[in-house]
């Protein structure tokens, strides 16, 4: 008799389970029925966080990268001989020829080396106090 009442017990277990998870599929909308009670707004409302996740990544991350991309072909179309610049090796120089595509820099007197324009990171007086300077500064030898 125990051997029957423990072969019951799963079964039962089973249908409990079953209806108690048709009644929570019913209570949240689901199964045919609509929540809202003017029908089939369901599909908009379950869009929009998806929505709202775009339109954060576009004003916070794209939309600041685009400017910044468009001020930096502006400053390097702007770019003329005889000004100081950094490359993004972190060298100093002065531009002393420009082409399309290559910007020759002299980095110590007679020394020039040929950089791609798209290498140049900004003139060195636009990059914030103390950041060249400390780069440029080789420590004392003894």
Known sequence: MLALARARQPREVKVAFTSWMLGLAQASGAGGGSALPGGGGG?????????????VFYFLLIRPQQ???????????????????????????????????????????????RVLRSHILGRKDELKDGEVERSSTAPASS
């Open 67 to 113: 400017k910044k991309a468009k001020e930096h072909r502006a400053m390097l179309s702007a770019l003329k001989v005889g000004e100081e610049v950094v490359t993004s090796g972190g060298l100093l120089g002065r531009i002393t020829g420009l082409s399309d595509r290559i910007i020759t820099i002299e980095v110590a007197e007679k020394i020039r080396l």
């Open 43 to 55: 599909g908009l409302m379950s869009m929009m966080p998806i929505l709202l996740m775009v339109v």
